[in-house]
Every structure is written in structure tokens, then in C-alpha cells.
């Protein structure tokens, strides 16, 4: 597969490199520390056209391939993981969500709005008891004939302060199991709908992570996604393309913490020279290098599966297996690296293995994507 990159692919790579270097590093370190939400950060990347990237001109996006997108999340990620975790729900969950199974006027109704920045999204299936298990929903849409009674609790939502729409994953029928599940589009200020405590988090601390609580939220008629009981559904295949989406975050992380590392080793001096000419050291750059390189390989294959029609459970959830690995045994190698200074926010390689751990956990843990894997080579 060739994965030569197009010139209107470079200069979307090299458009998103300067934004991250020239924007996003500025004032990283204080988001970090003080869970600060980069809403300027987000608005100028909305005015980039990052935050509706796959989405079609007409609706206000960017029209661009998954690739693309790919190219942006990392290297966004290799400088601000906070950031790029919300142009990925932004893009692979709801715009996606949204465009592909959306009616027209659902689309006219949100996805500009989306597609530009003037809105954010949520992606709301996570539950205290329901995590990676969708079909284990506690949250509930009664029907009431023009409308849905929603009720319950949803957690670990990325966006949940700050976004505009929210997708509600919820049962409706529990009878009917998945096939009873629904997917509501929630506007934020129906009544009824609470967003909880913000999370203090070991990593992505500038995200929005809250809990959000329904409490007899009228959800009209017209605002599920699909046909009734599509909601399942609907959420696996947005979670499928989510993958991608975290693998390049994931993958981006990684390449950042190599480029700091291998950056770090030319300079710093140990026994008479760089310690880049230590072979402890050397070793350490080469297997870096060597892992960043295959995990891209990966993200890259799944996007151009995507792009090309083809099933990408399997390659999506490879990459996303895989990156997130490579990403966590990287960042902990470029602390070793910087010894003591490793430790020390300055030099930001701490906070890329805190943020690296993440990516092994949402859209599914490890174990879910070996799951996926396991399946899908043993039909």
C-alpha cells in the first residue's frame, strides 16, 4: 500500500506542525497544571478547518480524507494531547457520527455548527457500569409518542462542559437488548440535563472530562439517530472510526516524546560527549524510531481503509492496539533519557507519559481491542 503523501497532504501535515509549535506549546504546561480547557486554542482550530475535517464542504467542513485527518491529530498530539483529544471526538464521533447515519435536517441543524467551531460535540456511551459493555446501558429513553423521557448517568465524557450537542447512547426497550438501544442527539440547557463535577485526571488534564446526569430530559422525536433501535449500531461503527482517531493520537505522543528525547541527546553531555553516542542511549533512539515507525504504518493503513471503503474493524483496532502500546514504552523511554530532568515539567516528557496512558484506555481498553482482533482472525 503506498502511503506516499500528497502536497496538499504535506502542507496540511506541515499547517498543523506550525500550529501546534507556535500555538499549542505556548502555555501547554499551565493547561496541564491547572486543567485549564484551550478554548482559544479550540476556536483558531475550528478557524483552521480542524475540527470538521472529513466533513463535506457543503456542511461547512473540510472535506478532506481520513489521512489527512490522521496527519493533523498527530501532530497536534506531539505537542498537546489535551487538544487533539478534542478534535478527535470532534471529528471521528460526532461530526462522523452525525454526517454518515444523520437525517438532512439533523445535519443542517448542527453539523456547520460543529463542522466550524462554533460548537463542540460529545460522545456520550461511557457508564459507571457500561463502559466498553454497550450493551449493558442503564440509561434510559422511554417513548412517549413525540418525544423521549431520558434518564440516567453518563461519565468519562470528553467535551461534557463545554460542547453544545451531545450524542446520548440510551435503552429503550431492555427486552430487545442491542436491538433496543437508541442514539439521541441532547442539546445542552434542555431541561432536566446536569453536567457533574469535572474530573481530576492523571493525564489530558486541559480536556472537559465530566459526568453528565438526565433527569426526565424531553428529547424530541426527531432528534434520534436513525431507525429505532439503530443506537447500537450507531455506536459501534462511530467507535470503529474512533479508533483511528486515538491511534494517531497515540501515535503522535510517541513521535513527540522521540523527537524531545533524540533532541535531548544530542546536547546533553555525559563522560566527555553527547550521550547520544553511548550506545545505552543510542539502542534506546534506535528501538524509539523503529516502533514509531511500524505503529504509523498501522494508523496510516486503517485510514486508507476507511478512505477506500473497506471494513477497518481489524486494522483500526491494530493501530490502536499497537500505537497505544508504542506510545506508553516511548514516553517512559524519553523520561529515562532526560535522567532527573526527565522528571521535571520543563521539559515535557513527563506530561507526554502521563497523557500516553490514556489512549491505552478510552475507545476501549487493550483488552477490547485484542477482543476485536481475536475475532475478526478467528472467523
Known sequence: MDFKLTEEQELIKQAARDFAQNELLQGVIERDEQQKFPKEEVRKMGELGFLGMMVDPKYGGSGLDTLSYVLVMEELSKVDASSS?????????????????????????????????????????????????????????IDKGDHYLLNGTKNWITNGGTAGVYLVIAQTDKDKKHRGINALIVEK????FEIGPKENKLGIR???THSLLFNDVKVPKENRIGEDGFGFKFAMKTLAGGRIGI???ALGIAAGAYELALKYSQERKAFGTEISNHQAIAFKLADMHTQ???????????????DNGANYDLSGAMAKL?????????????VQIHGGNGFVKDYHVERLMRDAKITQIYEGTSEIQKIVISRSILK
Open 85 to 141: 483529544v478534542i478534535v478527535s471526538v470532534n471529528n471521528s464521533l460526532v461530526c462522523w457520527g452525525l454526517e454518515t447515519y444523520g437525517t438532512e435536517e439533523q445535519k443542517e441543524k448542527y453539523l456547520h455548527k460543529l463542522a466550524t467551531g462554533e460548537i463542540i460535540g460529545a460522545f456520550c456511551l461511557s457508564e459507571p457500569e457500561a463502559g466498553s459493555d454497550a450493551t449493558s446501558q442503564k440509561t434510559t429513553a
Open 189 to 192: 440547557g434542555m431541561e432536566g
Open 206 to 208: 486541559g480536556s472537559d
Open 247 to 249: 491511534a494517531a493520537q
Open 292 to 306: 514509531i515507525q511500524a505503529a504509523r504504518l498501522l494508523v496510516y493503513q486503517a485510514a486508507k481503509e476507511k
Open 322 to 334: 499497537y500505537a497505544s502500546q508504542v506510545a506508553m514504552e516511548t514516553t517512559v523511554e524519553a
